[in-house]
Structure formats: structure tokens, C-alpha cells
């Protein structure tokens, strides 16, 4: 079974997505990956990715999808021929290779060569060879799948223990958004519960297994260019790798290696989203009436993810029109957005924010504003009583529209909008909120004492609920099961300004999952692919970061806990 997989897989990957599972398979081999090509990136001259072997080997990597003929190599628009010329002649332009004066070029391809291309290849050698300079090297299908059996066939995917598990995950309908439940509790279960006594070389494999499954997990929405369920796949596999880094000193420098091959795959969806917005005219999917029972819910997502992409771009200083395609989605859809749940208030945020560093305005206030008169006025307590002491008056859950808590996921939601659930979706969040406080500190953050005044009667009736872990750590889990504890607590009114500012000032670090490194990019990706972490600490990261000046991790100094 696990040759099949592994073989229909290569048939199907495109080049883009090969990129990854291919560095990744590089490292367990010893390799030590310094860098990638990344989307609007500097000019790679042909090289995809550099390398060093374990005797400091500089190494050059192109790779290509698919079978290559002679065609490929004459081609007139981009021959392969000049591209690899490129590979082997143009030195290597990195920090990491200053002393290297040579390099090993290796052509890759998940496919085969033709005969013809085989023997010009051979040709094209040995003529350099009679010139004194280096040759070509090809990894072919045949020996990326014999070096994926060999390095990964002890523990994947063929002694997966919920292998039907894999199956399910691995044939889903790529149109359609993830089962994170399933995903988060597949992927868990892959991470070693003893992870702290581990050797050096069982972590490494560790994290090489949840980024090699995750490639096949991310195949059905890159097959499709579904950028968004591709983003959340690869955030629910880094949240896994991030406990793994969180665990000791040891374990954060071993799967910091591969959380930046998840960054680098995550900036890539972020771009083909940001050139999508771009080229479309009209957003619709599918049938054009069934799609209008979702289209807001949609585009409230998209946005977040979209504003995302702007604070990716201002974050690492590489433009990949995120900012253009976020102001022509606006200037088309910002009305559109709906506030489905406490769920979609993180899309909301994450749109502020980028909109701050566009053009600092009004434009995050007026959605905190909006949004908190939304919740004050559906869960204020005083009007929920009135209406059950009406006599014969209905409750006011059956009257009130109670707006869902963010453990109600964005697929709930549109299959009730569609039909596709009868059953009403169970949320008794009627006078509490997992959100408000998250908001609240936002305008205290930015100094909003008047307006907040205003609307405080309504704030102190409404509860706050904050989802308390055993351990920070825990919070890039999906689900916890039984551990932790929700409480609930009402804000006084009046309450003290200076207390308020003082909450803002010093966040609960126990609210706030640990980083590994310097960035707050992946926490941001986390609250907008897991909506149900949100807690005033983790927002308030967010809200005070500088969304500038960072470094990809593939090119940064490996920062340790």
C-alpha cells in the first residue's frame, strides 16, 4: 500500500508542491537545507533549492514535475537546457555559501526521461567533462520513491495505525474545507506523547512525518488551487510542530528546520490566494443560488485570510500584491461581510490589522465597535429577562438571535445555510461571550476611553469566558479533551481605567501559547484556522506586534525557548 501512495502521489504533485516534502526528505537525509525558492523571491538562477551534504558538500537543487523529453530541453520559450546551465555554471549567491568556489548540480524530477533526453544529457556531460567542469546529476521517480520508501517506510504510512483515518483525510473533495477535528486528532496522534526523552534522531523523523503526511493531507485543496483549506492544513500541521518545539531546547532547534519549510509553503498559498483575487471578476463558487446562501460567510473568511497576506508581505518585505488584491476584494466585498459567529471575529481582526498598515484610519475601531454593539445588544441579560417574565412571552433564546461561540465552526454554519442540517446548532451563549474581553482591550489598547464608556452598561451584563489550559502549550491543540477549565467572570461597572490599562500592559502569559522564535505570523495563521483559541493575551500579542522587519526561518538564526 505504501508504495502505491507514495507513486500515485509523485504521478500527481506539481512542482510547487514538491518543493517541500523534497526539502524535507533532504534533511532526514543529513542534508542541511538553507534555503528555497520563494514566490517573487530574488532571481534563483536556476537553483530551487541550496543544501549542504553531511561533509559540508554545497549542493544545488532544480526540480521539475512530471516526465521530461528533448522537447522540454530545446524548448524556445524556456528551455531546460539554459536553465540548467544556470544550475551548474552561476555561482551560488547566499550568505550561507561566502567560501564556496563549487557546487553538486542535481536535476530532480518526479517523473522519467525520455530516451532521447537520456542520451543528450549523457552528451552534454561528457562534454563538460572533457572541459574540466562539473556535471549534471538526475534524480529521477524511481529514486526520490525508493528514498522515500527507504527513510520513511519504518513508520509511514503503512504502520499507521488508523490508516482508514489517513485514507479519508487523504480523499476528501478538495473544494471543500477541512475536517480539522479529524486532521488535528490524526495528526496528534502521530506527535510521541514522551517527546522531552527523545534522541535527536526520533524527533527529527517525528517532525519529517508530519510534514511528509501533510503533503499528501494538502494534495486534494492544491490540486483544486484552494488556497484557504491548503493555509489551514499546514497551520494545523505547524501547531503540531510547535508543541514538538516548545517540549525542550533540543526539540525547538530540531523542528524549527521544519516549521520553515511549513512557512515557506504557507507564504506560497498566501501569494496564488493574493494572484486569485486579482485575476477573478466575480467570487461566486459553483451554483450561483446555492452559493447565495453562503457567499457572506465565504467572503468574511477569504478576507481574514487575505488580511493575513498583507501582514505576511509587510512582515518579511517581500511583495506579493497581497496589498492590491486586499483593496479591489474591499472595494468589492467589504459590505458583503457578515459576522456569522464569534468564529468569524477573527477574519475581522485580522482585516483591521492589515487595513492599520495600509492606511492607518478608522476601519478596526468601526468593526470592534460594530461588532461589540452586535454581541451587547443579543446578549444583554437585563433584555433576555424582560422578555421570559412577558407573560406567555417566548424565551429569549427563541427570539433573541444568539450569536453562535466560536466552538461553532464556519462548516456548521454553512451546511445549516444550505440545508444540509436539519438540527439546530446547540450554543447556549446567550449573555456570555468568548470574544468581547479579546475586543474590549483592544480600544483600551488604542486609548478608546470615551467610546468604551459608552458602552460599558452593556459590556458589564455580559459575561466573559476564557478557556483556561493545563498548560499554554496545549493551546496550539485543537481540542484538549477534558483538560483545562472555561470560567466566567462579569466586569465590574464602573470599573477603574488604570486597571484596565494595567491588564493591557501585562497580559496573562498562561492565555498566550509559547513561540520558538522571534514573529508572530504563525499565531496569526492559528487564530484565523483555530477561531476557538481566541483570548484576550493571544489577541493583544497580535494587536502590539510589529509587522515588519522579520526574517524567513530557512535564513534566520535558529532561536531556541
Known amino acids: 500500500m505504501i508504495e502505491r501512495v507514495i507513486e500515485d502521489w509523485l504521478d500527481s504533485v506539481s512542482e510547487k508542491a514538491f518543493e517541500v516534502p523534497f526539502a524535507q526528505l533532504l534533511s532526514l537525509e543529513g542534508f542541511t537545507v538553507v534555503h528555497m525558492a520563494r514566490p517573487h523571491g530574488p532571481m534563483e538562477q536556476g537553483k530551487d533549492i541550496l543544501a549542504f551534504a553531511k561533509d559540508t558538500t554545497p549542493f544545488a537543487f532544480q526540480l521539475k514535475a512530471g516526465d521530461l523529453t528533448l522537447k522540454n530541453w530545446r524548448d524556445p520559450n524556456q528551455p531546460l537546457k539554459g536553465q540548467v546551465e544556470d544550475l551548474l555554471d552561476l555561482p551560488i549567491q547566499h550568505p550561507s555559501f561566502q567560501h564556496a568556489t563549487e557546487h553538486q548540480s542535481v536535476l530532480v524530477t518526479t517523473g522519467v526521461l525520455d530516451d532521447t533526453l537520456r542520451q543528450e544529457i549523457d552528451q552534454f556531460n561528457e562534454g563538460r567533462k572533457a572541459k574540466g567542469k562539473s556535471i549534471l546529476k538526475v534524480w529521477l521517480k524511481g529514486h526520490i520513491q525508493q528514498q522515500i520508501l527507504s527513510s520513511l517506510s519504518a513508520f509511514i504510512p503503512s504502520k499507521l495505525p488508523n490508516f482508514r483515518d489517513f485514507l479519508q483525510l487523504l480523499l476528501v473533495d478538495g473544494?471543500?474545507?477541512?475536517?480539522?477535528?479529524?486532521?488535528?486528532?490524526?495528526?496528534?496522534?502521530?506527535?510521541?506523547?514522551?517527546?522531552?526523552?527523545?534522541?535527536?534522531?526520533?524527533?527529527?523523523?517525528?517532525?519529517?512525518?508530519?510534514?511528509?503526511?501533510?503533503?499528501?493531507?494538502?494534495?486534494?485543496?492544491?490540486?483544486?488551487?484552494?488556497?484557504?483549506?491548503?493555509?489551514?492544513?499546514?497551520?494545523?500541521?505547524?501547531?503540531?510542530?510547535?508543541?514538538?518545539?516548545?517540549?525542550?531546547?533540543?526539540?525547538?532547534?530540531?523542528?524549527?528546520?521544519?516549521?520553515?519549510?511549513?512557512?515557506?509553503?504557507?507564504?506560497?498559498?498566501?501569494?496564488?490566494?493574493?494572484?486569485?483575487?486579482?485575476?477573478?471578476?466575480?467570487?461566486?463558487?459553483?451554483?450561483?443560488?446555492?452559493d447565495a446562501c453562503v457567499y457572506q460567510a465565504r467572503i468574511t473568511h477569504v478576507a481574514g485570510f487575505l488580511g493575513?497576506?498583507?501582514?505576511?508581505?509587510?512582515?518579511?518585505?517581500e511583495e506579493v500584491n497581497?496589498?492590491?488584491?486586499?483593496?479591489?476584494?474591499?472595494?468589492?466585498n467589504q459590505k458583503q461581510m457578515f459576522l456569522w459567529g464569534e468564529g468569524a471575529v477573527p477574519s475581522f481582526l485580522a482585516l483591521g490589522w492589515a487595513l492599520d498598515t495600509i492606511s492607518p484610519g478608522l476601519d478596526m475601531e468601526l468593526f470592534l465597535f460594530r461588532i461589540i454593539g452586535h454581541i451587547i445588544s443579543q446578549f444583554n441579560k437585563n433584555v433576555s429577562a424582560e422578555k421570559e417574565k412577558g407573560g406567555g412571552a417566548a424565551s429569549a433564546s427563541s427570539t433573541v438571535s444568539v450569536l453562535s461561540d466560536p466552538y461553532i465552526t464556519i462548516t456548521q454554519i454553512l451546511n445549516r445555510g444550505i440545508g444540509g442540517s436539519a438540527s439546530p446548532i446547540e450554543s447556549s451563549n446567550a449573555?456570555?461571550?468568548?470574544?468581547?474581553?479579546?475586543?474590549?482591550?483592544?480600544?483600551?489598547?488604542?486609548?478608546?476611553?470615551?467610546?468604551?464608556?459608552?458602552?460599558?452598561?452593556?459590556?458589564?451584563?455580559?459575561?466573559?469566558?476564557?478557556?483556561?489550559?493545563?498548560?499554554?502549550v496545549s493551546l496550539w491543540n485543537w481540542n484538549n479533551g477534558k483538560e483545562g477549565s472555561i470560567e466566567s467572570r462579569y466586569t465590574p461597572s464602573p470599573t477603574s481605567w488604570m486597571k484596565l490599562l494595567e491588564e493591557t500592559r501585562h497580559p496573562n502569559m498562561e492565555l498566550l501559547p509559547p513561540l520558538p522564535f522571534q514573529g508572530p505570523h504563525f499565531l496569526l495563521m492559528m487564530l484565523l484556522s483555530m477561531p476557538h483559541r481566541i483570548n484576550p493575551s493571544i489577541v493583544l500579542a497580535l494587536e502590539q506586534s510589529d509587522w515588519c522587519g522579520g526574517k524567513f526561518l530557512l535564513n534566520s538564526p535558529k532561536c531556541s525557548i
Open 175 to 290: 473544494t471543500g474545507v477541512p475536517d480539522k477535528e479529524k486532521l488535528s486528532m490524526f495528526l496528534r496522534e502521530r506527535r510521541p506523547l514522551k517527546i522531552k526523552k527523545a534522541s535527536d534522531n526520533a524527533i527529527r523523523a517525528t517532525c519529517a512525518e508530519l510534514v511528509i503526511l501533510s503533503t499528501h493531507l494538502v494534495a486534494p485543496y492544491q490540486s483544486v488551487d484552494n488556497f484557504i483549506s491548503e493555509i489551514e492544513v499546514w497551520t494545523m500541521v505547524a501547531s503540531q510542530l510547535m508543541i514538538i518545539a516548545c517540549s525542550s531546547k533540543k526539540s525547538s532547534q530540531i523542528a524549527v528546520d521544519s516549521l520553515a519549510l511549513i512557512e515557506i509553503a504557507i507564504w506560497k498559498a498566501l501569494q496564488g490566494l493574493s494572484q486569485e483575487i486579482l485575476e477573478r471578476e466575480s467570487y461566486i463558487e459553483g451554483n450561483p443560488w446555492a
Open 431 to 472: 449573555g456570555q461571550s468568548y470574544v468581547l474581553e479579546s475586543l474590549v482591550k483592544i480600544l483600551v489598547n488604542r486609548l478608546f476611553r470615551v467610546h468604551l464608556t459608552s458602552l460599558w452598561g452593556g459590556i458589564a451584563q455580559t459575561a466573559f469566558e476564557t478557556y483556561y489550559p493545563t498548560s499554554n
Open 322 to 332: 497581497a496589498v492590491g488584491a486586499l483593496k479591489k476584494f474591499c472595494d468589492n
Open 308 to 317: 493575513a497576506a498583507v501582514l505576511w508581505e509587510r512582515l518579511f518585505g
